[in-house]
């Protein structure tokens, strides 16, 4: 009896085992396999029962429907290829091309006939003839800027009234000067001596002319002195000018006339204003016939003179600048009044000329002012009554000269 109900116990204690062993059999199977079977779900199908694709190499969905999202990869085109560097040719040396563009500065100065400057010309008004050819001007303005000059004095032991007039002339030039000016000071005799290189500092242009007190010769070679400073000029940058206060007897130079007047032609922006002394002495000898040996005496023949006159003016002439020669000391703070408006008055043109060879040929120039339909321009003082204007500009200019 005992032994049959401990059976039946027995055989509970395994059911109920059994049973417990299934459950957690059960339990375990749930919490391994059931989140491996939704994450194959979610995978193989869309919310709507339609199979998501997956996505492209590209990088990102086709469309904007998905449960992530991926930002597509752009089409870039391919890398252009690196450039072919051209083979080189054995015996063949590097080169490169260089084009010379010419072009031809003119600076003009348009006045009355009393030597007053005309205003407000525009680049219309003015017609330029090369050789003939009339030249399209390119650039246009009027010159206001600060100056480069150089002071050419003659100081030789000729007469005594011929220095007076001299020193008097270089201080009324040295007082026309302004701040911003760039000047140097040379004298000659028998040879250029610099008595002081281009400054600014007024105060060294009078200790130069101070220097003037003895003269050494009696020789003024003139030639030879603005040879001289045509070749110290010439290494200067932009419009230069040269105020010669001379005689204009040469009396002992190496050079010639000719020789001084080619260097002049192939010498670029550069204007002469020679400014003529000892005139009064010259008219007094020429009627009282007064010679060397007399205290008024003069070094030469009158003829020399108006033979050097003649050449101040051929200088002006070639480079678009006056020649004055005065009778009266009074006349000197004028005369450098006048050539400091021409100066710092001027129209500047420029043009590329219709014959570009450089072959060092030397080509005639001609301005002409007109009116803007081609007329003759008509100018009016302030009563209303027409003036007549002149043209002053230099004559011509020498060509560069490439050598093939």
């Known amino acids: 009896m005992f032994y049959m109900r401990w059976i039946r116990n027995l055989t509970r204690v395994r059911a109920r085992l059994l049973a417990i062993l299934l459950v957690a059999l059960v339990l375990t199977f749930l919490m391994t396999g059931l989140p491996r079977v939704i994450a194959q779900d979610q995978s193989g199908s869309a919310p709507n029962g339609q199979k998501q694709e997956p996505p492209p190499a590209a990088g990102g969905p086709d469309n904007e429907v998905g449960p992530y999202s991926i930002p597509k990869k752009k089409d870039e085109p391919p890398p252009p290829p690196p ?13 490169s091309i260089k084009v010379d563009v010419p072009v031809v500065n003119v ?79 040379i004298s000659y005799d028998m040879k250029p001596h610099i008595l002081a290189d281009i400054t600014q500092d007024k105060q060294a242009v009078y200790g130069a002319l101070n220097q003037l007190r003895m003269p050494g010769f ?27 206060v001379t005689t204009g007897v040469d009396t002992f130079s190496k050079l010639n006339l000719d020789q001084i007047i080619k260097k002049i ?18 008219e007094y000898c020429e009627t009282h016939r007064c010679g060397y040996t007399h205290g008024m005496g003069i070094p030469v023949g009158q003829m020399d003179y108006l033979q050097g006159d003649n050449e101040m003016n051929t200088f002006a002439r070639l480079t678009g600048g006056r020649a004055y020669f005065p009778r009266f000391q009074a006349e000197l703070p004028e005369i450098f009044h006048d050539i400091s408006g021409d100066i710092r008055n001027q129209y500047n043109l420029a043009y590329h000329p219709t014959n570009p060879k450089l072959d060092g040929s030397y080509r005639k120039l001609k301005v002409e002012v007109v009116a803007p339909d081609g007329g003759p321009l008509k100018v009016k003082d302030q009563k209303g009554k027409e003036v007549k204007c002149q043209v002053i500009a230099r004559e011509g200019y020498t060509a560069k000269h490439v050598v093939d």
Not at 83 to 95: G, R, S
Not at 231 to 239: C, F, M, T, W
């Open 107 to 185: 600076d003009v100065l348009v006045t009355t006939k009393d030597g007053q400057f005309i205003p407000g010309l525009k680049k219309d008004n003015f017609r330029v003839l090369e050789d003939g050819v009339q030249q399209s001007v390119t650039n246009f303005n009027i010159s206001e800027a600060p100056i480069t000059a150089v002071l050419l004095v003659e100081f030789a032991s000729t007469n005594y009234y011929f220095m007076v007039d001299a020193l008097n002339a270089s201080y009324a030039f040295a007082n026309s000067l302004k701040k911003n000016d760039w000047v140097a000071v």
């Open 83 to 95: 450039p072919t560097k051209p083979k080189k040719v054995e015996a063949m040396p590097d080169y």
């Open 218 to 244: 009696a020789e003024t070679n003139l030639f030879d002195a603005l040879y001289d400073t045509l070749d110290r000029v010439d290494q200067i940058e932009g419009r230069k000018y040269i105020v010669m």
């Open 265 to 282: 032609k192939s010498t670029h922006d550069v204007t002469i204003f020679p400014v003529s002394v000892g005139f009064a002495v010259r």
